[in-house]
């Protein structure tokens, strides 16, 4: 035997070979349980592992022994490091949702504009396993026999081992920031499925109209429009009076509603944020709208004010306070400056 040929195997480090750049869980597990979505999913590593394999699982995410991740349909893949030189593949796997479900899907998000509106501003609500459960599917795995487990570090097929631990862990660090990663996990990525969104509402809008907000106003909604060229003289007369209209003077329960039906702007090598300007700019507006709103309705129901001529009161201040003008200059004391 050569010399330079140990007589017996070199036993394995201790402790797992150090990634450098690996991905780390850099949030404490009470944080991460504040979302919804990552709750669901850390409730089946505490069913599917035992205590030492959680430990060492929860070990790895968090000093970084993963090169690796990537969610695609049906499964999470993973690139573990381990003791040994060469890393794990391991990997998780959910079965896809049918197309035909989906299409069922689809349509019920069409029909509920508050989750498709929510989804197409990169949310998930909690309760949009009742958009699901009806057509007899979950978006989330109900138990953790629902996933099998891979990895090629020896275990036994199926069973959870601490590369698979960590694997779960980091995904549901990933739910945390990134709910929809669940809808590719489950065969529909969002793009896809706000591109059929968008789709499925333009079919219908070339048979009937589909607007984005339509209130009843009582009196003025019920009236049969006259051709434009009979009212144009009169065309910005209100035909009742403006205080009798009935509008709630609050926010609706979808914020900004035309800017998620239209969806991202078309500008996309535009480095300006288009669409989020234009959101603070309508929150903003919204905003001085209500407080405006209220301040008139309990000056009116004080019997305060005088109605100006144009529908608005004369003791309302119109503008912020740092608005207000500074062109009183001319006419003010000179020995007050």
């Known amino acids: ?4 040929q ?7 480090p201790v402790n797992p070979r150090r990634v450098r750049g690996g991905l780390k869980l850099n949030k404490p597990l009470e944080e991460i349980a504040t979302s919804w979505a990552a709750s669901r999913w850390l409730r089946l590593i505490e069913d599917a592992a035992t205590g ?11 000093v970084g022994q993963t090169k690796s991740l990537s969610v695609r349909e049906g499964a999470i893949e993973a690139i573990v ?22 299409d069922l899907v689809e349509a019920a998000l069409v029909d509920g504009a508050s989750h498709a509106a929510r989804l197409a501003a990169g949310e998930l609500q909690a309760n949009i396993e009742d958009v699901f459960a009806p057509l007899g599917t979950r978006l989330f795995p109900l138990t953790h026999d629902e996933l ?14 601490k590369h698979a631990v960590a694997l779960a862990y980091l995904f549901s660090l990933r739910l945390m920031g990134e709910p929809l990663a669940m809808l590719t996990l489950r065969g529909c990525p969002i793009e896809e499925l706000s591109e059929r969104l968008r789709s499925r509402r333009a079919v219908v809008g070339q048979d009937e109209a589909v607007p984005v907000y339509a209130p009843h106003l009582a009196g003025l909604a019920d009236q049969q429009d006259p051709p434009l060229e009979e009212v144009l003289e ?10 009798d209209l009935d509008i709630p003077i609050e926010a609706g329960e979808v914020d900004h509603p035309l800017l998620r039906r239209l969806g991202q702007t078309p500008f996309s090598d535009s480095r300006f944020p288009m669409v989020g300007l234009l959101a603070t700019c309508y929150d903003l507006i919204g905003e001085k709208a209500r407080q405006l709103g209220e301040r008139y309705l309990g000056m009116d129901d004080a019997g305060e004010g005088q109605d100006d001529g144009f529908g608005r009161d004369d003791s309302l201040d ?15 004391d000179p020995e007050s400056h």
């Open 52 to 62: 030492d394999t959680i430990t060492t699982g929860l070990e790895y995410a968090q």
């Open 318 to 332: 119109w503008t912020d306070d740092e608005d207000e003008s500074e062109g009183d200059s001319d006419s003010a």
């Open 234 to 243: 009169g065309f910005w007369d209100a035909p009742m009076p403006l205080d």
């Open 81 to 102: 490091q381990g003791r040994r030189a060469r890393p794990y593949t391991t990997s998780m796997h959910l079965a896809p949702i049918s197309q035909e479900t989906w």
């Open 6 to 12: 140990p007589s017996h195997p070199r036993p394995e």
């Open 1 to 4: 035997m050569s010399r330079f």
């Open 148 to 161: 099998r487990v891979e990895c090629d570090c020896g275990k036994e097929a199926g069973v959870w081992c």
